[in-house]
C-alpha cells in the first residue's frame, strides 16, 4: 500500500512542490481560497472500443452496411486516453494530471494576478463597450440618441430629405378668390374678370343698333334677331363638333335661322314645323353616314339642344315682333315689350356683377359660377325693377305698376337661370366662352343667355296680361 501511495504521489507531483489553490483577485474580492479536491481530469474520455475503427480513405469500399450503435466495453480491456482530445498547453503554465485516488494530495500552484483596467468615466451607451475607454461619436440624425455630454455648440441636424408637395389633379384645382379683410368681406376688384373698357364699348354699340332698328320699325329688328341667333348657332355647334359630339352643323344652323323667321311670317306653327323637320333632317344624316354609328344618340341629342336652346327659344323674339303687325292701330305693341325685354335683362347682369364684385359673399351656385352670389342676385333685381319703371314711364304698352313688377319679377327669376344654364353647358363641353366676337363679353350666345330664357316667359306674359287692352 506504501509503495503505491508513493508511486502515485511522485506521479501527481513531479515537481516535488504542493500547489496553493489560493487565488489572489485584488482589491474588488480579495484572496479565494478553492478546495483541495483534484478536478483536473478530463470530463470526457472516449474509449477506443466505443466506435469502429474507420477505414483508409484509400481502401476499395466493401459494400457492408454501417454498424449502429456501441457494442458493450470488455471489462478485461484496459481504458486508454482520447489524446486526440489533448490540446497544447502553454509551456510557462504547470501540467496538471489525473489520479483515481480521491485521498491523494494536489499539487498547488499560483495564478497570476488579474489583469486591472481603469474605471470607465462618463456616461454607458446601450449597445457599446462599457469598458470601451474609446469615445463614441453621437447621432447627428435623432435627438434621443445624440450624446449630451458632446460639445454643445454643436447645431441640431433634422431631417435633411427636401420633401415636395403632392401634384395636384386638374379636378382639384379651383379658382382662388382674395383674401378677407378685416371686416369679414370678401371684396373682387370690379373688371378683375373682364375687360371693362371693351365690354362698355362694346354694349353701347350694341344698345345703339338696337335702339335704332327699333325706331325703324319691326322688320328691321327682326334682321338684327336673325344675325344675332344665326353667329350664336355657329358658335354652339362649332365647339360642339370640336370636341367629336358629331352634330350636323348644317342642319342645326338653318333650323336656328328657320325658327324665328317662321314665327314671324307665319305664326307658333311655323316653330313646332322647324322642329319637326330639323329631327328628320338629323335622322337622315346619322342613316346615310357611313361613321361609326355608336355615336347616334350623342350626335342627335346634341343636334336637337342647339335647336330647341337657341332656336325654338329664340323663335319668340319673332312672335314678339309679329305683335306690332297685327293691329295698325297699336303700332308698337312688340318693339315696345322686346325693348324693355333687352334692356331689363341687361340691367340684371350689370347690377350683379357689380353688386356681387363689391360686396358679393355668398356663392349662389359655386359649382356652377363661382362669381355668381346671392348678394349679386339682389342687386340684380333691384337694378332690373329701375330699369322697366324707367323705361315703362315712357312707354304706351307697359304702364302701370302691376305690369312692371311681374315683369321685372320675371326678369330677375329667368336672366340669372339663362346664364346658370349657359355655365352648366360650357362645363360640360370645357370652354371658358363660346366665342370671342364680342370683346369684353366672350362671344354672342355669351351676352345674349340670360335673354334667350326670357322670351318665351314675357311672351305668355304678354298675351296672358294683355297690357295693350287698357
Same mark, same amino acid.
Given at each position: 500500500?506504501?509503495?503505491?501511495?508513493?508511486?502515485?504521489?511522485?506521479?501527481?507531483?513531479?515537481?516535488?512542490?504542493?500547489?496553493?489553490?489560493?487565488?489572489?483577485?485584488?482589491?474588488?474580492?480579495?484572496?479565494?481560497?478553492?478546495?483541495?479536491?483534484?478536478?483536473?481530469?478530463?470530463?470526457?474520455?472516449?474509449?477506443?472500443?466505443?466506435?469502429?475503427?474507420?477505414?483508409?480513405?484509400?481502401?476499395?469500399?466493401?459494400?457492408?452496411?454501417?454498424?449502429?450503435?456501441?457494442?458493450?466495453?470488455?471489462?478485461?480491456?484496459?481504458?486508454?486516453?482520447?489524446?486526440?482530445?489533448?490540446?497544447?498547453?502553454?509551456?510557462?503554465?504547470?501540467?496538471?494530471?489525473?489520479?483515481?485516488?480521491?485521498?491523494?494530495?494536489?499539487?498547488?500552484?499560483?495564478?497570476?494576478?488579474?489583469?486591472?483596467?481603469?474605471?470607465?468615466?462618463?456616461?454607458?451607451?446601450?449597445?457599446?463597450?462599457?469598458?470601451?475607454?474609446?469615445?463614441?461619436?453621437?447621432?447627428?440624425?435623432?435627438?434621443?440618441?445624440?450624446?449630451?455630454?458632446?460639445?454643445?455648440?454643436?447645431?441640431?441636424?433634422?431631417?435633411?430629405?427636401?420633401?415636395?408637395?403632392?401634384?395636384?389633379?386638374?379636378?382639384?384645382?379651383?379658382?382662388?378668390?382674395?383674401?378677407?379683410?378685416?371686416?369679414?368681406?370678401?371684396?373682387?376688384?370690379?373688371?378683375?374678370?373682364?375687360?371693362?373698357?371693351?365690354?362698355?364699348?362694346?354694349?353701347?354699340?350694341?344698345?345703339?343698333?338696337?335702339?335704332?332698328?327699333? =325706331?325703324?320699325?319691326?322688320?328691321?329688328?327682326?334682321?338684327?334677331?336673325?344675325?344675332?341667333?344665326?353667329?350664336?348657332?355657329?358658335? =354652339?355647334?362649332?365647339?360642339?363638333?370640336?370636341?367629336?359630339?358629331?352634330?350636323?352643323?348644317?342642319?342645326?344652323?338653318?333650323?336656328?335661322?328657320?325658327?324665328?323667321?317662321?314665327?314671324?311670317?307665319?305664326?307658333?306653327?311655323?316653330?313646332?314645323?322647324?322642329?319637326?323637320?330639323?329631327?328628320?333632317?338629323?335622322?337622315? @344624316?346619322?342613316?346615310?353616314?357611313?361613321?361609326?354609328?355608336?355615336?347616334?344618340?350623342?350626335?342627335?341629342?346634341?343636334?336637337?339642344?342647339?335647336?330647341?336652346?337657341?332656336?325654338?327659344?329664340?323663335?319668340?323674339?319673332?312672335?314678339?315682333?309679329?305683335?306690332? @303687325?297685327?293691329?295698325?292701330?297699336?303700332?308698337?305693341?312688340?318693339?315696345?315689350?322686346?325693348?324693355?325685354?333687352?334692356?331689363?335683362?341687361?340691367?340684371?347682369?350689370?347690377?350683379?356683377?357689380?353688386?356681387?364684385?363689391?360686396?358679393?359673399?355668398?356663392?349662389?351656385?359655386?359649382?356652377?359660377?363661382?362669381?355668381?352670389?346671392?348678394?349679386?342676385?339682389?342687386?340684380?333685381?333691384?337694378?332690373?325693377?329701375?330699369?322697366?319703371?324707367?323705361?315703362?314711364?315712357?312707354?304706351?304698352?307697359?304702364?302701370?305698376?302691376?305690369?312692371?313688377?311681374?315683369?321685372?319679377?320675371?326678369?330677375?327669376?329667368?336672366?340669372?337661370?339663362?346664364?346658370?344654364?349657359?355655365?352648366?353647358?360650357?362645363?360640360?363641353?370645357?370652354?371658358?366662352?363660346?366665342?370671342?366676337?364680342?370683346?369684353?363679353?366672350?362671344?354672342?350666345?355669351?351676352?345674349?343667355?340670360?335673354?334667350?330664357?326670357?322670351?318665351?316667359?314675357?311672351?305668355?306674359?304678354?298675351?296672358?296680361?294683355?297690357?295693350?287692352?287698357?
Amino acid at each position: 500500500m506504501s509503495d503505491n501511495r508513493n508511486d502515485d504521489t511522485e506521479a501527481t507531483e513531479p515537481t516535488g512542490e504542493l500547489r496553493d489553490n489560493t487565488i489572489n483577485f485584488g482589491d474588488e474580492f480579495g484572496e479565494v481560497k478553492f478546495a483541495d479536491a483534484d478536478d483536473t481530469a478530463p470530463s470526457i474520455s472516449v474509449d477506443s472500443t466505443d466506435t469502429a475503427p474507420l477505414p483508409h480513405w484509400s481502401e476499395q469500399p466493401t459494400g457492408e452496411s454501417p454498424r449502429f450503435g456501441v457494442q458493450p466495453r470488455d471489462p478485461s480491456r484496459p481504458a486508454l486516453r482520447d489524446t486526440s482530445r489533448e490540446t497544447t498547453r502553454d509551456a510557462s503554465r504547470p501540467t496538471r494530471e489525473t489520479t483515481r485516488d480521491a485521498s491523494r494530495d494536489t499539487s498547488r500552484s499560483v495564478a497570476p494576478p488579474p489583469v486591472s483596467r481603469a474605471a470607465p468615466s462618463g456616461r454607458i451607451r446601450i449597445g457599446g463597450d462599457p469598458t470601451d475607454p474609446r469615445p463614441r461619436r453621437g447621432s447627428d440624425t435623432h435627438p434621443t440618441m445624440r450624446d449630451k455630454t458632446s460639445d454643445p455648440s454643436r447645431p441640431t441636424v433634422r431631417d435633411r430629405s427636401p420633401r415636395r408637395p403632392a401634384a395636384a389633379r386638374p379636378s382639384q384645382v379651383r379658382r382662388q378668390r382674395p383674401e378677407r379683410s378685416d371686416s369679414g368681406t370678401q371684396p373682387r376688384p370690379v373688371g378683375a374678370d373682364r375687360n371693362l373698357g371693351s365690354a362698355v364699348i362694346v354694349g353701347v354699340v350694341l344698345a345703339v343698333l338696337f335702339i335704332g332698328t327699333s =325706331f325703324v320699325g319691326p322688320a328691321a329688328v327682326m334682321a338684327l334677331v336673325m344675325v344675332v341667333l344665326g353667329v350664336a348657332a355657329l358658335e =354652339f355647334f362649332t365647339q360642339a363638333n370640336a370636341r367629336n359630339l358629331g352634330a350636323p352643323m348644317v342642319v342645326g344652323v338653318v333650323a336656328c335661322l328657320a325658327a324665328p323667321i317662321g314665327a314671324y311670317y307665319m305664326s307658333h306653327l311655323a316653330i313646332a314645323m322647324v322642329v319637326v323637320f330639323a329631327f328628320i333632317a338629323g335622322a337622315i @344624316t346619322l342613316v346615310g353616314s357611313n361613321d361609326d354609328q355608336s355615336a347616334a344618340v350623342t350626335s342627335l341629342g346634341t343636334l336637337m339642344l342647339g335647336v330647341v336652346y337657341i332656336g325654338l327659344l329664340g323663335s319668340y323674339a319673332g312672335l314678339i315682333l309679329r305683335m306690332s @303687325t297685327l293691329s295698325s292701330v297699336l303700332p308698337n305693341i312688340g318693339t315696345d315689350t322686346l325693348f324693355i325685354l333687352v334692356f331689363a335683362v341687361a340691367a340684371n347682369d350689370v347690377g350683379a356683377y357689380f353688386v356681387g364684385s363689391a360686396i358679393g359673399r355668398t356663392p349662389l351656385r359655386a359649382s356652377v359660377s363661382p362669381n355668381k352670389t346671392i348678394e349679386g342676385v339682389i342687386g340684380g333685381t333691384i337694378a332690373t325693377f329701375c330699369v322697366v319703371v324707367i323705361i315703362g314711364l315712357q312707354s304706351e304698352t307697359w304702364d302701370s305698376l302691376m305690369e312692371w313688377i311681374l315683369l321685372a319679377a320675371v326678369v330677375s327669376i329667368v336672366a340669372p337661370l339663362g346664364d346658370l344654364l349657359e355655365s352648366v353647358l360650357k362645363r360640360s363641353l370645357g370652354v371658358k366662352d363660346f366665342g370671342t366676337v364680342l370683346k369684353g363679353h366672350g362671344g354672342v350666345l355669351d351676352r345674349f343667355d340670360g335673354v334667350l330664357l326670357a322670351l318665351p316667359t314675357v311672351y305668355f306674359l304678354a298675351v296672358t296680361l294683355a297690357p295693350w287692352a287698357s
